[in-house]
Structures are given as structure tokens and as C-alpha cells.
């Protein structure tokens, strides 16, 4: 076997569907008929897990570090927010579609700021930009409703047949569909030639343009596309809470993110789903025992985390799930985290 | 022309202040090229200490400043060498998240203990009220900060320029392989300063209770001030972010004045601008470490 066609064999076997995959989304769905009291919450985590994906699509797979990724969610919520409420766009589909658009120009607009420079300058810049939309929704009350947010949201029905209920179920369903179909497409976009070339960047950029790679080209399309998920985030907690205020920008949503990225693990699609499941669960534990403080817990999580070393946490967490499989399945059939130094 | 003065006068010591305040983020972020998030928690703590020494025990406030400092430094040399330490070769990544996490559990902490309301520190009968300079008006308590901040400003360039330990920093920043082998003892020198820098960060935090106004959300609030003077002034020497702290601090203080409705904006544009011009800074090394 040559070495080309042994490469593609390797990435043509990771792209294939796993037993595990298809078991994991079954398991979603059936949660959604299992816990009909829960639809809130569960609404809540899929946002998540669809925000943390796009921030897994330029951290885990293109290394960019960005403390700002909630000014895209921002965007998409306060467009979708808007639409709503002026009822330019009343179908929520259409609506959903055009406020991720909304913030993917935004994303491409700044995108040139962010391949410019180094880390430090990285952060700071995806940092100011979240900063800057916040203070502008804050200046421009009377579009944005200032501190008050956007109130009175009606959302018309899904296709103008299913309306949302106030137990969320539609809510619940229409956002899983939503975070299906981008994941779908994420997966694809990961295991294509573009997502293999956006990690020989992320491993070494300058080895990546040796070769051939048009790097800030490449880096462009994917902090684009990452800024089309989270807008499309945003406007999913807008139609399903019928609320947007100006905390979709705050620097701890932001925060919160990484943290929810590093809990699952970076540099593989499920890290995102997985790692909002056990974030909104940790949350919900640490507020009941300390209603007030459980923002000292989440850091404590964040320094173990690092301190730790997310790959030993990751290799942790694995190792009787693995010791199981391996005794049913082989050994070939292993779970394992791939290399996620970002 | 009076109210464009007091402005003035105001914007220098706010910038003075964040100065102090920011001062030794310029050394762990510019120069060991650590990304420290959690440095407005050191300033935190010195401010929470002078509080209560003040105001609890019945200290002089000029006796309780060089306590701040010390306390700071100390939680600052206690964390460096048991947590900091180990994470100097990671990915910025890694330091962004931990240093993240040591913020958040900061704030809650101070929450738990102290409340979550702004606290004011009893000043003296002698730093409160302004007095007029034909016409201008000098408030007391500014301009001490301003002689304070200078003064410290002179010691500290002194230092790093004068005294031995200055060379064996500089030397150190330069090139650690190299220092080391001089017979340098590199983390030492890294040590004390980053004690050093949160002790600055504390007599700062101590100082700023009555301009910026202290609350346990004081690290989050004021932590992009202090990236903003460390990456626009750039970390090659003193100078640089002091010049940007007064940039800042006069820009703030005329944007507020002037323009109140556009808030913060003036000041977020200016450093994108500025970073996206000069990515490493406005005063900067031109070549990229």
C-alpha cells in the first residue's frame, strides 16, 4: 500500500459511522420521550452543545483560541430576536437561517483581524470584538431594548404548522433536529480534505504552507463557518426562550464555553455534546449545594482540569468504559480521544 | 479650558493607577509571555486587605498600603510556586482556562467572605476634598496617587535599569537558556518578579477602592484594562505600557466625560485598531519574539 492510499484508508475509516455514534443519537432522541418534564433544560443543553461545537470547529480543529466567541452568539440571537419581533421573517426556519448568516458576515468581517497575529493578540482582539458588540447593543437601547432586552417575542409555528408549547417540547425536538442537521455537516466539513488540512495548520502552520495549504485562506472559511453555528446557536435561545438581553455577549458566556469545550474534549465533534451534558449537570449540582457561590466550583473544575492535564482527565474518564468494549467488541473497537493540544 | 484641565488631571492619575495596577501583568504576560487572567484578583485582595485593616481595625491608611502589598506579593509568591510554576511551558490554551478558573473562584470567594457590595475604605481627613491651582481643580486624594505612581514609576525603571537584579531580569526575559547558563537562577528571578508584580497589583487595588470602585466582580470588570495596557504598550520596557496606561486613562476619563453615551466603545475600537496596526503593541519590539 503507498503511502497516499494508506493515508486516505485511515481517513476514510475514521469518517465512517461507528455503532457508538449511531447508539449516541438514538440515546438523545430517546431522552426526549423519556423525560417529558425536562424539555427546559434539555433544550437548554442542545443550544449548548450546538454553541460548543462551533467553538470545537476553530479551537479543537484550526487552534484558534478565541475569548470572544459570544459576540456570534450574540449576533444570531439579537437577529433572530428582531426578526420575531418586527415580523420581517415570521417562518422560525427562515428566521433560524438568516440570523446565523447574520452573524457568518460578521464572523468573515473579522475574521481578518483574527489571522492576523499571534495568540495574546488572538485573544484579545476576539475578546474586544464580543466587548465592542456588547457595548454597542448596550448604546443602540432603542433597537436593542438596552439592559431591558428584547421583550414581547412571539414565535410564529415551525413551518407554520407546529407552534411551540410552553413545555417545550417543540422547542426541544426543533433544536435537536437543528443541532442533527449541523452536526451532520460539521462531520462532513471535519473529515473532508479541507478539515484534514485545517489540522495540519493547527499541528504547524508553517509546515502547512510548505506543503501547500493557502492557511489564512482556510482559516478564514472555517472562523466563517464556526461564526454561522453560533449565531445559529444564538437564535435558537432567542426563538426558544423568546428573550434576548445583553448578557449574550458577557465575557463569562464566553468563559463558560471553554470550559464546556475542555470538559468534553477538543478536536472531535462529541467533545461539544458531551461536554454540555456534563457542564449544565455540574452546574445544576453546585447551585444546589451553594446557590449563590457555585461559580468558585465551576474554577475549581477549570484549575483541576488543567492542572491535571486534560489528556490524563480524558484517559481517566475512559478507562472502564474502554475496558468494557474491549471485552465485548475487541480490540479495535477502543474509544479514544484524539491528540487535543490546542 | 479649567474642565478640559481637571480632565486632565484626572485622566493622569486614573492612568497612574492602572499603571500600578497592570505593571506586573506587563512582566508575566509581556516578558515570561504568561497569559495571566487572574492578575485583577491579586489587586483584589490587596484592596480586601487595606479594607479591612482600615476599616475594621482601625489602621492609618498609609500604614495599611504597604501591608496590601505585602499580603499580594505573598499570595502571589505562595500561588507562583505551588500552581504557576508548572504551567510556564504549557499552551496558552491551558494558562487562558486556568487562569480563568483561579478568577472565578476568586470572586466567589470574596463573595462568601466580604458581600457582594462595593466597599469604601475610610481615607483620612487630609486626602479628602480638592483644593483649586488657579481655577483647577486638584483633588487631594488624585493627586496623592499621582505622586505615588510616579514615584514608584522612577523607582521601578531605576531598578531595571541600575541594579543588578534589573540586568538579571532583562538578561533572563531576553534569553532564559542563556541567562541560566551565566549562572542565572532563572525561576528565582521569574519568581520575584511575579511577586513583585502582584504586590504592585494589590497596593493598586488598595489605592484604587475609590476610583474604580471595589467589589468582588473587580477582576472580571477591569481585566481587559489591564491586557489593554499590557499588548498596546508592549512589553520591550517600562515605558511602554506606562505610556499606554496614560493613554487609556486619559482617553477613558475625556471619553466619559465628553461622549458618555458611547461608553466603552471609544476605547475597545482604539485597541483592536491598534492591535491589528502594531500587533505587538504600540511601543513594542518590531520583530515578533
Not at chain 1, 312 to 341: F, T
Not at chain 2, 50 to 77: D, E, H, K, T, Y
Request: contains cysteine; glycine residues 10%.
Amino acid at each position: 500500500m503507498t503511502a497516499a492510499s494508506d493515508v486516505g484508508f485511515h481517513a476514510q475509516r475514521q469518517a465512517r459511522w461507528h455503532y457508538g455514534e449511531v447508539a449516541f443519537w438514538l440515546m438523545v432522541l430517546a431522552c426526549g420521550f423519556l423525560f417529558p418534564t425536562r424539555y427546559l433544560i434539555m433544550t437548554d443543553i442542545l443550544r449548548l452543545a450546538l454553541f460548543t461545537m462551533s467553538l470545537d470547529l476553530i479551537l479543537g480543529y484550526a487552534g484558534i483560541v478565541s475569548l470572544g466567541h459570544a459576540a456570534f452568539f450574540g449576533v444570531g440571537a439579537y437577529a433572530a430576536g428582531l426578526l420575531a419581533l418586527h415580523g420581517i421573517i415570521n417562518e422560525p426556519v427562515l428566521a433560524l437561517i438568516v440570523a446565523g448568516l447574520a452573524a457568518m458576515v460578521l464572523g468573515f468581517a473579522t475574521s481578518f483581524l483574527v489571522i492576523r497575529g499571534v495568540d495574546l493578540t488572538r485573544l484579545m482582539v476576539t475578546l474586544g470584538i464580543a466587548l465592542l458588540l456588547e457595548a454597542l447593543a448596550e448604546r443602540f437601547s432603542n433597537i436593542t431594548g438596552g439592559t431591558d432586552g428584547l421583550q414581547g417575542i412571539e414565535m410564529q409555528p415551525i413551518f407554520g404548522e407546529i407552534p411551540f408549547d410552553m413545555f417545550g417540547k417543540a422547542g426541544f425536538f426543533y433544536s435537536l433536529a437543528v443541532l442533527f442537521v449541523l452536526f451532520l455537516f460539521a462531520r462532513r466539513v471535519v473529515h473532508s480534505p479541507f478539515g484534514l488540512s485545517l489540522r495540519a495548520i493547527k499541528n504547524n502552520p508553517l509546515r502547512a504552507a510548505a506543503i501547500g495549504i493557502p492557511v489564512n485562506r482556510r482559516l478564514i472559511a472555517i472562523y466563517t463557518l464556526a461564526a454561522f453555528y453560533a449565531g445559529i446557536a444564538g437564535a435558537l435561545f432567542t426563538q426558544t426562550t423568546a428573550i434576548a438581553s445583553l448578557d449574550v455577549f458577557a465575557f463569562e458566556r464566553s468563559a463558560d464555553l471553554m470550559l464546556v469545550l475542555v470538559i468534553g474534549g477538543t478536536g472531535y465533534l462529541y467533545g461539544g455534546l458531551i461536554g454540555a451534558v456534563v457542564f449544565r449537570m455540574l452546574q445544576e449540582l453546585f447551585s444546589t449545594i451553594t446557590p449563590q457561590y457555585w461559580q468558585f466550583w465551576i474554577g475549581l473544575v477549570l484549575v483541576v482540569i488543567v492542572l491535571v492535564g486534560r489528556q490524563r482527565l480524558h484517559r481517566w474518564v475512559l478507562y472502564v468504559p474502554n475496558l468494557i468494549i474491549r471485552q465485548v467488541a475487541g480490540r479495535k473497537a477502543v474509544v479514544a480521544v484524539p491528540e487535543s493540544d490546542a | 479650558m479649567t474642565a478640559i484641565l481637571t480632565n486632565l488631571f484626572d485622566g493622569v492619575a486614573y492612568g497612574m493607577l492602572l499603571f500600578v495596577l497592570a505593571c506586573g501583568l506587563a512582566v508575566t504576560l509581556g516578558l515570561m509571555n504568561f497569559v495571566n487572567l487572574a492578575h485583577g484578583a491579586f489587586a483584589m485582595a490587596g484592596g480586601y486587605v487595606c479594607m479591612v485593616l482600615v476599616n475594621r481595625m482601625g489602621w492609618p491608611f498609609f500604614a495599611a498600603l504597604p501591608l496590601a502589598f505585602v499580603s499580594s506579593a505573598a499570595i502571589g509568591i505562595a500561588l507562583e510556586r505551588t500552581l504557576y510554576r508548572h504551567l510556564y511551558t504549557r499552551s496558552h490554551l491551558d494558562q487562558v482556562l486556568f487562569t480563568i478558573g483561579l478568577t472565578f473562584m476568586s470572586v466567589a470567594a470574596v463573595d462568601y467572605i466580604q458581600g457582594s457590595s462595593r466597599v469604601f475604605i475610610n481615607l483620612p481627613a487630609a486626602l479628602q476634598g480638592q483644593f483649586d491651582v488657579f481655577g483647577v481643580g486638584i483633588g487631594r486624594y488624585r493627586l496623592m496617587i499621582i505622586v505615588i505612581c510616579g514615584l514608584l514609576t522612577i523607582g521601578l525603571q531605576m531598578v531595571l535599569a541600575k541594579t543588578r537584579f534589573g540586568s538579571r531580569l532583562r538578561a533572563a526575559v531576553d534569553d532564559p537558556r542563556a541567562a541560566s547558563g551565566l549562572g542565572i537562577n532563572v525561576p528565582q528571578v521569574f519568581a520575584f518578579t511575579f511577586a513583585f508584580g502582584c504586590g504592585l497589583a494589590g497596593l493598586g487595588g488598595a489605592l484604587s477602592a475609590e476610583i474604580l470602585g471595589l467589589d468582588p466582580y473587580f477582576p472580571l470588570k477591569f481585566m481587559i484594562y489591564f491586557l489593554i495596557v499590557v499588548t498596546v504598550g508592549g512589553s520591550s520596557s517600562i515605558t511602554g505600557p506606562f505610556l499606554a496606561s496614560l493613554l487609556l486613562g486619559i482617553g477613558d476619563v475625556a471619553g466619559k466625560y465628553y461622549v458618555p453615551k458611547m461608553g466603552p466603545f471609544v476605547i475597545y475600537t482604539m485597541m483592536i485598531v491598534i492591535l491589528i496596526w502594531r500587533p505587538n503593541g504600540l511601543f513594542g519590539r518590531t520583530a515578533a519574539r
